[in-house]
């Protein structure tokens, strides 16, 4: 049986691919002024890394299907809304060791991502993958299982998938954006001056966000807490 190859770097159809998934759907932030980039969660800079990108294409596994992409708000008072850490940048930051959890050395997501890779120990071998279509299956069902982990880490320990400098302000008791819409100018000691409900008002457009923020007229109601999702 012929294993369709899969593919360990980006290619040109991921966006368009989980933007025709929520197309449809009236309650996804995207659709509701959140401004969002899609994610991948397992990435390809991760799949270097790790040395097994070529080994897993082989078994079929794609990093450009919907189970490993995510959208996540790229604007800091997006992710001040959502309570999720923002989406910027290249993902090269490692939270600084003072602020780690414990002794070990802080990692950047890439790193992270390459690490979980050759934790789970797939089950890559040199015989044609052809010969063994339930082995193939086997290891994308268990990439796509870390790209379920890897996005619960991302929204509820972002300490341990750190997108930017900023990850760990956003969720809960976090200052969210702190009142500023560039990473640079964010410098954690001031809490978000609209309470992270930047849910834009007509009749009071001031009330979403803080004096010198731009109006993004953010028309999600987050009257429950929001959580990533694959696929999404």
């Not at 897993?56 to 800091?76: D, Q, R, S, W």
């Not at 457009?205 to 429950?224: A, F, L």
Request: charged share 25%; with cysteine; glycine share 10%.
């Amino acid at each position: 049986m012929a294993i369709t190859l899969g593919k360990s770097s980006k290619d040109s159809q991921y966006l368009k691919r989980i933007k025709d998934a929520i197309e449809g759907d009236k309650s996804h932030p995207r659709n509701n002024g959140v401004k969002m980039q899609a994610h991948h969660i397992i990435s390809g800079k991760g799949m270097g890394l790790s040395g097994l990108g070529k080994k897993v294409e082989k078994m079929g596994y794609n990093i450009n299907l919907l189970p490993n992409l995510a959208f996540i708000p790229c604007t800091l008072q997006g992710a001040c809304h959502l309570g999720v850490q923002p989406h910027r940048g290249n993902h090269d930051i490692a939270i600084d060791q003072d602020d780690y959890e414990d002794d070990r050395e802080p990692v950047t997501y890439h790193e992270m991502i390459a690490k979980k890779l050759q934790a789970l120990d797939l089950p890559l071998s040199k015989e044609c993958p052809g010969d063994h279509p339930s082995k193939a299956a086997k290891v994308v069902a268990e990439l796509d299982g870390l790209s379920q982990t890897i996005l619960r880490l991302i929204q509820m320990k972002p300490r341990e998938a750190p997108l930017t400098k900023l990850a760990v302000h956003f969720g809960r008791g976090g200052v969210g954006c702190a009142g500023v819409d560039s990473v640079s100018a964010h410098h954690g000691g001031r809490a978000c001056p609209v309470g992270r409900d930047h849910l834009f008002d007509a009749a009071t457009p001031k009330k979403s966000q803080g004096e010198g923020q731009k109006s993004e007229k953010i028309m999600y109601n987050n009257t429950e807490k929001y959580r990533l999702k694959v696929g999404q």
